[in-house]
């Protein structure tokens, strides 16, 4: 029996060997054996590496509309180099050519070589030609999957390694002009960078720690396709939760309003990428009368390994600062949602309620006028976004630009003073975080998210 069920797999890979040649498979393939799993002892929570990867980002980054409009758009701008632009900026979208986005055979077939070298960023990572796929387990069971899919699983300690994220979230483009010409190159994004700068490496926090959560607890990795355990496996740990959430609310919620099959299930991405926005800061408010004037004191904490907002430069924060008295009446406000946010430039102190703290990255071109497309742009005119805890940077690439001067813009946090009109009488504070995913002047301009507050009374004045 063992004699004929070896010379049905050999058939199997065989057949599979004559196959187109391709270093990746759908996503499907893979869900043959990673998609029915549970949290142990709670069957009404999937834990399913399949079904997690298929609400992300990572699953519709080559579809997401967002992504598209910019791509048309930087095509429109630098249209004699249309070409070049769809090779860079598909390079990390669209890798396996199809739209699948990134799919598990991107991410688990990447080599460790070169990973974390500049070589290694915008998508220089390097696919294994052996069929191999890397995964965190010392001496995996190898027979179900080179039976079902002709790849044979490995360990890769790599795979938990922030710079196997690094290779995409590390983003050089070149700096064009209005013929095409590429003149050097710029850092359009760099949270792995970022991530380097930080205390996390230190502590032994990656990318994965946060966005790829561990599920604390051991469990199978995959099931027979009928359904339950490979009889010589065990449950195991680690085991990534799959969930691969970052910043973008916006995305999938505009993929849902036009894709009714995905609604629930891109309404959950929404869901999570929000709560991952929400525990992404603190807010801290105190205030006391200082002659005829309040001064007020908002803290800014950032709890995440990067700067605050991160990625793509066209994501931003801001405050929203209201103050009413006793009778409800507002005595101040700023940076109130109601309307487009201006680009402003960054502010230690606020004094009147047309300024605003936005927390943002503002592009130039080479003449130094503001660039919406990243394929124009050669320097930050403006970089205030919040610096991770430990920041240690010495490279000009990754600093803050427009901060000088302000003692309280500190790694980790920053502390910004609004004097304001004094009253005699109580007043209550109230102090919320707006995030953009987009904002204006962008291909697509988005809603903002509350994703913070916090309040405050300052008692009447004693007469």
């Known amino acids: 029996m063992m004699r004929l069920i070896c010379l049905w797999v050999a058939l ?20 043959t054996c990673h998609s029915l799993l549970f949290a142990p002892g709670v069957e009404s929570r999937s834990i399913a590496p399949y079904g997690l990867w298929s609400a992300s980002m990572m699953a519709h980054s080559a579809v997401d509309p967002i992504w598209k409009a910019q791509v048309r758009f930087e095509g429109e701008t630098n249209p004699r180099a249309k070409a070049l632009v769809e090779k860079k900026c598909r390079s990390c979208h669209a890798p396996m050519g199809t739209d699948e986005g990134v799919s598990c055979t991107v991410c688990h077939k990447i080599e460790a070589t070169g990973l974390g070298t500049p070589a290694s960023f915008t998508a220089g990572f ?4 052996k069929d191999l796929i890397y995964g965190p387990h010392k001496d995996p069971f190898t027979m179900p999957m080179r039976m079902h899919t002709g790849m044979t699983p490995s360990f890769g300690r790599h795979i938990l390694e922030s710079s196997l994220c690094g290779s995409c979230h590390t983003v ?3 700096v064009l002009d209005e013929q095409g010409n590429a003149h050097g190159e710029f850092l359009e994004q760099a949270p792995y960078l970022e991530w380097l700068a930080s205390a996390f490496p230190g502590e032994g926090k990656t990318c994965q720690s946060c966005h790829l959560p561990q599920l604390g607890e051991a469990s199978y990795i995959a099931h027979r396709p009928p359904g339950g355990p490979f009889p010589p496996t065990s449950p195991r740990l680690p085991f990534g939760l799959h969930t691969l959430i970052g910043g973008n609310y916006l995305a999938p919620a505009l993929m849902g309003e036009t894709n009714p099959g995905e609604r629930d299930m891109l309404a959950r991405t929404t869901a999570r990428a929000l709560d991952s926005l929400r525990s992404a800061l603190d807010l801290s408010l105190s205030a006391r009368r200082t002659g005829n004037r309040i001064r007020v004191q908002v803290g800014v904490e950032n709890r995440t390994g990067h700067k605050l907002p991160t990625g793509f430069p066209g994501r931003r924060l801001w405050l929203h600062l209201r103050v009413t008295g006793s009778s409800g009446a507002v005595l101040f406000e700023s940076g109130a949602p ?8 960054h502010h230690n102190v606020i004094e009147s309620a047309d300024q605003t703290i936005v927390y943002e990255a503002s592009l130039l071109d080479r003449n130094g006028q503001p660039a919406f497309s990243v394929m124009r742009a050669a320097r930050y005119g403006k970089d205030n976004r919040i610096l991770p805890r430990g920041w240690k940077s010495g490279s000009a690439a990754i600093a803050p630009v ?5 003692a309280n813009f500190l790694p980790g946090s920053d502390l910004v003073d609004y004097l304001i009109p004094g009253s005699t009488g109580e007043c209550k504070l109230e102090v919320e975080a707006y995030y953009q995913a987009m904002k204006p002047g962008y291909a697509i301009t988005g809603p903002a998210a509350r994703i913070g507050s916090a309040t405050y009374t300052l008692a009447a004045q004693s007469p």
């Open 126 to 129: 390097r696919i294994n030609t």
């Open 338 to 345: 109601t309307g487009p946010i201006p680009d402003e430039p």
């Open 402 to 406: 427009g901060t000088t001067g302000d």
């Open 172 to 174: 050089i483009t070149p």
């Open 12 to 31: 199997l890979l065989s057949l599979r060997a004559q196959g187109p040649p391709t270093p990746f498979l759908p996503a499907e393939q893979c869900a």
